[in-house]
């Protein structure tokens, strides 16, 4: 390509820039529009509702349907994402908590799902994610629920029996995990390994082929395995790019969870109800009387409206020895008529039955 060539498309982006630039600030102005309206027509002593998860899932939807390239529908959307997590900022500024310290996958989950433009938390764990979301010290927080090698994350699944809390949301990301090292590391004396219990667990195969005698060490979190490490020469930590990016520590082997499509699936939670899109999904949690068929009987009705299971576990109920709560996830949300008449028909049946919430399917 000749140099002429190249400053004649140079130009051609920078006016391509301005216009996209104007058009951004028009579309900041028309969110700072909205916040009028939203404040304009409250009703007495109401409060006003700045963030619409279910109008964000449509805009993203949206744009994924008429994207046409040459940018992903993933890489577009992760850009509306922000400009939306921009704008809304400009209504109200978002405060997040969530699973820390910084560096965690949770911090990545919370920024995939609500951008960047907001005032974000660590909490050093899951029930203190609940807990300053009931105390409304932030609007939301975000917490892992489900691990796609390892399975449900426990101590998230227990919170919600603890706290009245609405499920706003879901993320899903794609873990990979690396094996690193600070600056005064022997690579060749390694002797530690610090993780989360949950990487150790999705590394197990990795590490018994490469580590197979050295001490596997469980930590709060990655991040703080990250931070172990960098004070360390004997140890190494399992750990992704955020954590390895903010202390600073270099990649002795890449990618090493024996899963190559390993996943986290991460919940929104806060105490606001979110309206239907046409593509949602509902949290219960259910408790039934231990008899024989009881199980059956639960599942029975949405076998039979054709309603979509997309998670069923179980956990002890913390009120009695040997007896269990369900936690169920299906499509539709629980305004849908069809979904209302099932819940009815289980709660004929049930001990128990809680509605988390409903929320729009992950979108990106
Ligand atoms: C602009 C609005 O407020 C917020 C910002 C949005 C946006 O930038 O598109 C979408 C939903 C809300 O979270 C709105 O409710 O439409």
Redesign the pocket.
Known sequence: MSEQELKALRVRIDSLDEKVLELISERARC?QE?ARVKMATLAEGEVPV???PE??AQ?LKRVMERNKGPLGNEEMARLFREI?SS??AL?QPLKVAYLGPEGTFTQAAAMKHFGHAVISKPMAAIDEVFREVAAGAVNFGVVPVENSTEGAVNHTLDSFLEHDMVICGEVELRIHHHLLVGENTKTDSISRIYSHAQSLAQCRKWLDAHYPNVERVAVSSNAEAAKRVKGEWNSAAIAGDMAAGLYGLTRLAEKIEDRPDNSTRFLMIGSQEVPPTGDDKTSIIVSMSNRPGALHELLVPFHENGIDLTRIETRPSRSGKWTYVFFIDFAGHHRDPLVKSVLEQISQEAVALKVLGSYPKAVL
């Open positions: 969110a909205v700045f963030y619409r109008r964000e805009v939306m704008c809304l209504e």
